[in-house]
């Protein structure tokens, strides 16, 4: 009987996470699949992940993915490194609450995060109106060469989504969602993740 009970009470676990996990549509390429090509491996062994790192300049070649992956055991946080130029994917040792996951996933579906369109994110107009010295103009929008690119990935058993955000410098409604999304993310990284690790 006692067995039974925790039959059933790890049925019940694993249908509330899975429940968690949210609706969204692939839009990965066979280039985001070679980019993320360690991640998609890393992601087998669970049924969901959200990561988040940046690209740029300064970051060569390296991914240095934050991870929040949901497995039949619950929520997890992970983080990759490189040793001998191989990149390596560590469990942080203090895991947050579950609470402290809900909180994130909550603000993403909240702000429909999962439904924003890559492309449209990352379309600008190269012109825009500007009022100086009590005059309208036309102003040219540059966009910055060397500006790094945020990068949010969602990747379930069956499918996988990629958001990138270039330029802060591009404004519309999907790049405000998406960059207060990234700040959300880092600041909850911050405060349940590093600070927790002190």
């Known amino acids: 009987m006692f067995i039974f009970r925790i039959f ?5 676990i694993g249908t509330f996470a899975n429940a968690q996990i949210p609706e969204f549509e692939n839009n990965y390429s066979k280039n985001d699949s070679i980019y993320n090509k360690d991640l998609i491996d890393f992601s087998k ?3 969901f992940i959200l990561s988040y790192h940046t690209t740029g300049y300064w970051f060569g070649d390296k991914n240095y993915y934050k991870i929040i992956a949901l497995n039949k055991k619950g929520w997890q946080v992970w983080e990759s490194y490189y040793k001998n130029e191989k990149i390596k994917f560590n469990k942080v040792k203090k895991q947050p609450s579950s609470e402290k996951y809900n909180e994130l996933i909550a603000y993403f579906n909240a702000n429909k995060i999962w439904e924003i369109d890559n492309v449209e994110l990352n379309t600008y107009k190269k012109n825009y109106l ?4 009590g005059d309208t103009i036309f102003n040219r929008r540059d966009i910055i060469a060397d500006a790094s690119t945020t990068h949010l990935n969602f990747i379930g058993k069956n499918k996988a989504k990629t958001l990138g955000l270039y330029s802060s410098d591009i404004y519309s409604e999907s790049s405000n969602r998406f960059y207060k999304a990234k700040r959300f993310y880092e600041n909850w990284w911050e405060r349940v993740v590093n600070i927790v690790q002190k």
Do not use: M, P, R, S
Request: a negative charge; charged letters at 25%.
């Open 130 to 133: 500007i009022t100086f010295d």
């Open 45 to 47: 062994k669970f049924d």
């Open 8 to 12: 059933i009470l790890l049925c019940f």
